[in-house]
């Protein structure tokens, strides 16, 4: 029998975390989502608060193996963003990381940063 991906094998209560996620995002997620959605960033898939084993990523292609994360102040020299990273690499994933700022007051130079890394 053919193993589940590993984005398909969370619990249910992250899955329903995930959910509540996509329907209160922040400001910067809200507005990441609206440049991203609908393959509307040169036809790349993305989707957003995917469960993925203990985590949940802001936004995912998976087609590409990039993920996509939007930090605030509080992932300052995070730890545990940095073992984090390390767990998506080992499966593969190139992890992006942006600042809300950055996202908020000036979307065109991110977008054309993860194009850039995309290709």
């Not at 995002?25 to 469960?51: C, G, H, I, Y």
């Not at 984090?84 to 065109?108: I, K, Q, T």
Request: aromatic share 10%; glycine share 4%.
């Amino acid at each position: 029998m053919a193993q589940k991906p590993h984005h398909l094998t969370t619990t249910k209560r992250l899955r329903g975390f995930a959910r509540n996620m996509r329907r209160q995002p922040t400001d910067a997620e809200a507005r990441m989502w609206r440049l991203l959605r609908s393959r509307r960033l040169t036809n790349f898939k993305f989707r957003r608060q995917v469960p993925f084993q203990n985590f949940i990523l802001d936004f995912v292609c998976f087609e590409h193996s990039v993920v996509i994360e939007i930090d605030g102040g509080q992932h300052a020299s995070s730890r545990q963003d940095t073992a984090r990273d390390a767990m998506l690499s080992a499966h593969g994933f190139r992890v992006l990381r942006y600042w809300n700022d950055d996202v908020l007051l000036r979307p065109s130079a991110v977008l054309e940063d993860i194009l850039a890394r995309l290709r």
